[in-house]
């Protein structure tokens, strides 16, 4: 069975501080997807970035960056001098590989960021 | 740009009522996903479709049924409405692999009475 770990259930840093989400996964399969979302006050689930299992590589995309470990399987996220607008909470999730019946995504429980001004 | 609608934003409805959530996709994608969303659980899935008239359940079915007769919209039925179904609803919508990233709509808030 898959499942999702996200440790931390709330975060609160002030503005310009730089903040790391955790993200612990657990499957047998050797090929899965990785995600995270957003998921702002207005309740609309946004997708921030996948990530399948053959890559490890780092990504940075402005701000945000994300630490992929097979080793540890951890899937991390970093916002770099978080902004107010980055209050949210995030999701972690994963996917199987391709058939029917593995389309679904597990989620995590998600975490709440508090951007203090 | 990708785009899921959803019938309502907010919905009160008394135990005991049927009630039905709609979720429409304009993207042609295969798979559509109703999830609940609950605080400390995260998203949960209740049922997905991976074809027009297929369905599958997904984590927890109970109570909930769902509809697929056009390719764009996704119904999820409760048949007779409880207290415990409070939640918030987010259908989701993908292309047929499941590597594909799913879309979501901005959820229906239901209240249960």
């Known amino acids: 069975a898959q499942k999702v770990t996200q440790a931390q259930t709330e975060i609160s840093v002030v503005e310009k501080e730089d903040v790391t989400l955790d993200c612990v996964y657990e499957t047998r399969d050797t090929t899965y997807y990785l995600f995270w979302y957003k998921q702002p006050p207005s309740g609309e689930l946004v997708f921030l970035i996948r990530?399948?299992?053959?890559?490890?590589q780092n990504e940075i995309s402005g701000r945000y960056s994300w630490n992929f470990q097979k080793s540890t399987s951890s899937f991390n996220f970093t916002i770099t001098a978080s902004q107010v607008v980055d209050s949210a909470v995030y999701f972690c999730a994963l996917s199987g590989p391709s058939n029917f019946g593995n389309e679904k995504l597990t989620f995590g429980t998600g975490t709440r960021l508090t951007i203090i001004p | 740009d990708v785009k899921v609608t959803q019938s309502s934003r907010y919905l009160v409805k008394r135990t005991g009522e049927k009630v039905f959530l709609e979720c429409v996709q304009d993207m042609d994608h295969e798979n559509m996903f109703w999830y609940r969303q609950d605080p400390g659980l995260g998203l949960r899935l209740i049922y997905f479709?991976?074809?027009?008239?297929?369905?599958e359940k997904g984590d927890i079915p109970e109570g909930y049924s769902v509809s697929r007769e056009k390719k764009e919209r996704f119904s999820l039925i409760l048949e007779s409405a409880s207290t415990n179904q409070t939640s918030m609803y987010l259908c989701?919508?993908?292309?047929?692999?499941?590597?594909?990233?799913?879309?979501f709509g901005p959820g229906t808030r239901l209240l249960v009475l």
């Open positions: 479709s991976y074809d027009v008239k297929m369905k």
């Open positions: 989701a919508s993908s292309t047929r692999t499941g590597r594909e990233t799913q879309y």
């Open positions: 990530r399948n299992s053959f890559d490890e």
